[in-house]
């Protein structure tokens, strides 16, 4: 049936209106539910301070989570009741929304009596800042509409619609990773699960471990979380014949004292960047490993990317969890023609750990692939985002010369460690191996274990179609620690060679192997998680 | 065609100067810097770490008494004193292993006298580690200050409590003398020179 432009023009106006003011009807439900969960929030902090006399922390996230509940429910049944959907997908898409709320609700807080503010003022501002982005959140991805709107044409009506309209895109392609986000929250439950179960144990060491109340997940801040920690506040030290934070790269400690800045401690600071760092990170990897391999080989890599034994790491106060994301991000817009973002993310990844400098091989051979498309505009930035982690690492080394005398200082500080680049270092870490049992160092024989598990992976990714670029640079990450004479944590430095993932899942086609892998992966994450105090990773 | 080619490569280089210099710039006013003071005590150590001492004049509770002290192992040294007493130093740890006659006719000994005297004993290596132990402990505290005609720097080793002191020549950053202050013992003590730590000669500590 044909129609006429004024019968067109009132359809569109009237979905505009509809639109409005749903988006309005919504906004002040949701306002409303928020007041109550505002007074929940505040009631069940006092019960549980007063009656109980619980540590502030534990009060405030009892009261945080009481709240959310509140939310939650009023909103599914009221605010978004002509949205059903899953509660398996709506929960944890909610409880992220309102975990980015709290997080701005905080970081505004604590901005405001930075600047002197009252602190109550400074709440009430912070609430009111971190309800358009859980109010955006919960409707579009949360509460997301069972239907696809019809286009709107013409100058929308209210500021909520325009924002909405901005940010649907945005919100469709969220949802599209709910499944990597399940996976990712799973792992980390095993992980920080087992980590809390271990200190309310206070096995194996009750002396290391803080009270768990005060201090829960402290020991996801042992071994080189507690040197990150140190750059962050003393910056960079040589004290000469000693173990000095120069051998950690600085951006995962600029980060945390970032953090610090908005009132987190660097420990809660490190452990947040960590693991959204590594939810990037995995949503990276399946954007980059889909370039690579088919969809399911894709999905599968990043589920054992999720449930990697060595995986711990990632939520650790370390700076693995971004810099996998750095790595696999800069891969990304590389393969996209995006050479200015990618560059950047190169640079980044380099100067939070050293593995990100051989990411000038595979963007080098992506922009020798893109050459001939490119015009000479486009050819230029290929070539500096080719060279960007390179010069990364040359503007590392300037640094270190100024503030330590030394521009291979990160370099020098692994002798105090025991660890000097030789060419006879893979002679030296052999023998090393070899000698493991009568030198007590056992777990060696664990990171000897992972070096091969992963040359292993390497090869099958070549055989998955992995480029060849990304494979020698996963080789070099895995081989080259080997010449600073020791396997030592090998398992750990492998953890950011991409295609190992790939190469998994190239192996666990079949529907078997696949199960098998995921439960023995789940179980292996959980006990290894369990035994970081025993052994550095 | 060659112009476009140096026009592409001029280009590339100065976006990685750039990039570079953006990447230096983020270090700069992103990593905090260490103190002048931590810098000094980091010279320090180096020196330390390459000399050694031979033992000191000490001046202790109105006593004056002459340490000399050879080292052993490694982080591990024997301080004589010349009243018959010896110490026995490891690492950071000290005990006594021979008494004097006359320290056994003291009615009540300072508890903490035997820490007092391997302190002023001037042992680099003990120096060294108490100074890195300040260090990694954020305790750093240096004021410079005349010694007689010197002109030297005085170091806090530890966290004050007790204060001991080490005076170094500001030139050289050679201990030249020490200081011991607690509730119950204080002295100080004229080091005697140092020597290279690989030179000939007796073993100092």
């Not at chain 1, 086609?509 to 105090?533: H, Q, Y």
Request: hydrophobic letters at 50%; a positive charge; charged letters at 15%.
């Amino acid at each position: 049936m044909a129609v006429s432009e004024g019968q067109h023009s009132f359809e569109a106006l009237a979905a505009r209106r509809s639109g409005a003011a749903s988006a309005r009807t919504d906004l002040a439900r949701f306002a409303a539910v928020g007041a109550s969960g505002y007074v929940v929030n505040l009631a069940v902090f006092v019960l549980l301070e007063r009656s109980l006399g619980r540590p502030h922390a534990l009060c405030a996230t009892g009261a945080f989570v009481a709240a959310v509940v509140n939310n939650y429910v009023w909103n599914r049944l009221w605010t978004f009741q002509r949205r059903p959907g899953r509660l398996s997908r709506q929960v944890p898409s909610f409880v992220g929304v309102s975990l980015l709320g709290l997080l701005v609700n905080l970081a505004v807080l604590h901005l405001l009596i930075a600047l002197g503010f009252p602190p109550l003022l400074g709440q009430a501002v912070g609430v009111l800042a971190a309800m358009p982005v859980t109010f955006l959140g919960s409707r579009l991805w949360s509460f997301p509409a069972p239907l696809e709107r019809a286009p709107v044409r013409g100058r929308v009506d209210t500021a909520v619609y325009r924002a909405e309209t901005r940010l649907a895109a945005a919100g469709e392609r969220l949802a599209r990773y709910t499944w990597v986000i399940r996976w990712w929250a799973f792992s980390r439950v095993l992980v920080l699960g087992s980590a809390l179960v271990v200190q309310a144990l206070a096995w194996p060491r009750a002396s290391w471990y803080p009270p768990v109340l005060e201090h829960p997940l402290a020991l996801l801040g042992a071994w080189d979380g507690r040197w990150y920690r140190m750059v962050a506040e003393q910056g960079y030290f040589v004290v000469p014949q000693h173990q000095s934070d120069t051998a950690f790269f600085p951006l995962f400690p600029i980060a945390l004292r970032l953090l610090g800045a908005l009132g987190l401690s660097l420990t809660t600071g490190g452990l947040i960047l960590a693991n959204l760092g590594f939810l990037v990170g995995l949503i990276a990897l399946y954007e980059l490993a889909r370039t690579w391999v088919p969809e399911q080989d894709a999905r599968r890599a990043v589920v054992y990317a999720a449930l990697f034994p060595a995986g711990f790491v990632f939520s650790m106060v370390y700076p693995e969890g971004i810099v996998l994301a750095l790595v696999a991000l800069a891969g990304v817009f590389a393969a996209r023609g995006r050479w200015i973002t990618a560059g950047i993310f190169a640079a980044l990844a380099t100067l939070a750990r050293p593995e990100g400098v051989f990411l000038v091989l595979p963007l080098a051979a992506i922009a020798v692939g893109q050459w001939r498309t490119l015009d000479e505009r486009g050819r230029m930035w290929a070539s500096w985002g080719a060279l960007a982690a390179p010069t990364a690492l040359i503007a590392l080394c300037f640094y270190e010369y100024r503030a330590v005398q030394d521009a291979l200082a990160f370099s020098h500080a692994q002798l105090a460690w025991g660890r000097w680049t030789s060419a006879d270092g893979v002679v030296r870490a052999f023998t090393e191996l070899e000698h493991a049992s009568e030198l007590h160092r056992e777990w060696l024989y664990r990171d000897a274990a992972f070096c091969a598990v992963y040359l292993a992976c390497l090869a099958l990714a070549l055989r998955a179609g992995v480029p060849k670029s990304w494979v020698a640079a996963g080789a070099l990450i895995v081989l080259l620690p080997l010449s600073s004479g020791s396997f030592t944590s090998d398992a750990r430095f492998g953890l950011l060679a991409l295609p190992v993932y790939c190469g998994l899942a190239f192996a666990a086609r079949r529907r078997w192997l696949d199960v098998s892998l995921r439960v023995a992966g789940a179980a292996m994450l959980a006990a290894s998680s369990a035994t970081i105090l025993l052994h550095w990773p | 065609m060659i112009v476009r080619v140096v026009g592409r490569v001029v280009g590339v280089a100065a976006l990685t100067v750039a990039l570079g210099a953006a990447a230096y710039g983020l270090l700069e006013v992103g990593v905090t810097h260490a103190s002048a003071d931590e810098r000094l005590v980091a010279r320090t150590l180096s020196v330390l770490q390459s000399t050694r001492g031979s033992g000191a004049v000490i001046t202790l509770d109105g006593r004056r008494l002459v340490a000399t002290c050879r080292a052993r192992h490694i982080g591990n040294a024997t301080v004589s004193l010349d009243d018959g007493t010896e110490l026995h130093l490891w690492r950071t740890h000290v005990s006594r292993v021979a008494t004097s006659s006359e320290r056994e006719l003291l009615v009540r000994e300072p508890a903490d006298l035997v820490s007092a005297e391997a302190n002023l004993a001037g042992s680099h290596d003990l120096y060294s580690r108490e100074l890195t132990a300040t260090l990694l402990g954020g305790h750093v505290d240096v004021q410079a200050t005349r010694l007689g005609s010197r002109s030297v720097y005085a170091l806090r080793l530890g966290d004050g409590s007790p204060l001991v002191q080490l005076f170094v020549e500001r030139a050289s950053l050679l201990p030249v003398a020490a200081r011991y202050v607690s509730s119950t013992s204080s002295g100080t003590s004229d080091l005697v020179a140092a020597t290279r730590l690989h030179a000939g000669g007796p073993s100092g500590c």
